[in-house]
C-alpha cells in the first residue's frame, strides 16, 4: 500500500522558473513532512520540513505548501537554477511511532540553462 | 571525520552467495535504517533499528537479515542473494524524533 503519492515522476524547468512537485498521503495520524533532495551517487539530504500546524515554510528558493483537509503537501523552488537539477523525494512520518518515515518514489527535476 | 559511512560502496557477487552491506555512524544516533532505492519505487524501508539490540521489519523485510550489537553499527545481511536484491541500499540514522534524518551514500549491489 503506497501511503505517500509523488508527482510528477519528471520534470522539466527552464532556468528561473518555478519547479513544482506535489504528493498526497492517505495516513491523517501523518505529523511530519520533509523533502530530501539526492544528487547522483549520493544519499537523500534533507531539504526542509513541515508539520502540520502550519500550511506553508520557506527557506531561501524553496517553499513547501500544506493543506491538512486535502491531504496534500508540496514543493516549491523559486528561480530554479541548473544546480537544483536532483530527484527529489517528499516523505512522511507519525513521529510518535517510531520516526519511520514513508517516502513517494521521487521526482528527476531538470533544470536547463 | 563524524558521519555515516557505507561499505563497501560497490559489489557484485552471485545468487546464493551471502553478502553482507556495512553501515557505521559517528553520531551515536539511536535510530538507524536500511533502504532499497529502486526505480519507480522510492525509497522502500528494509528494517530499521530503535536502539542496540532492538530491530523491527520495515516494508521489505524478506531475505534480509540485521543486527545491532553495538549502537553505531548496523550490518545488513542478504543469506542467499537473489537477482531481485539487486539495488542501490542505503543506511540512515536519527538522533530521535522532530529530528533530520542522514543519509549515507549507498551501496550498488548487482546481483548475477
Known amino acids: 500500500q503506497q501511503q505517500v503519492k509523488q508527482s510528477p515522476q519528471s520534470l522539466i524547468v527552464q532556468k528561473g522558473g518555478i519547479s513544482i512537485i506535489n504528493c498526497a498521503y492517505e495516513n491523517t495520524a501523518f505529523d511530519y513532512f520533509p523533502w530530501y533532495q539526492q544528487f547522483p551517487g549520493k544519499g537523500p539530504a534533507l531539504l526542509i520540513a513541515i508539520r502540520p500546524d502550519v500550511s506553508e515554510k520557506k527557506e531561501g528558493r524553496f517553499t513547501i505548501s500544506f493543506n491538512k483537509s486535502a491531504k496534500q503537501f508540496s514543493l516549491h523552488i523559486m528561480d530554479s537554477q541548473p544546480g537544483d537539477s536532483a530527484t527529489y523525494f517528499c516523505a512522511a512520518s507519525k513521529e510518535t511511532s517510531g520516526s519511520r518515515l514513508t517516502f513517494g518514489e521521487g521526482t528527476q527535476l531538470t533544470v536547463n540553462p | 571525520d563524524a558521519g555515516i559511512t557505507q561499505s563497501p560502496r560497490y559489489k557484485i557477487t552471485e545468487t546464493g552467495r551471502q553478502v553482507t552491506l556495512m553501515c557505521h555512524q559517528t553520531w551515536s544516533h539511536s535510530y538507524m535504517f536500511w533502504y532499497r532505492q529502486d526505480l519507480g519505487h522510492g525509497l522502500r524501508l528494509i528494517y530499521y533499528?530503535?536502539?542496540?539490540?532492538?530491530?523491527d521489519k520495515g516494508e521489505v523485510p524478506d531475505g534480509y537479515v540485521v543486527s545491532r550489537s553495538k549502537t553505531e553499527n548496523f550490518p545488513l545481511t542478504l543469506e542467499s542473494a537473489t537477482r531481485s536484491q539487486t539495488s542501490v541500499y542505503f543506511c540512515?540514522?536519527?538522533?530521535?524524533?522532530?529530528?533530520?534524518?542522514?543519509f549515507g551514500d549507498g551501496t550498488r549491489l548487482s546481483i548475477l
Open positions: 533499528s530503535a536502539a542496540a539490540d532492538i530491530t
Open positions: 540512515a540514522s536519527r538522533a530521535g524524533t522532530n529530528q533530520p534524518q542522514h
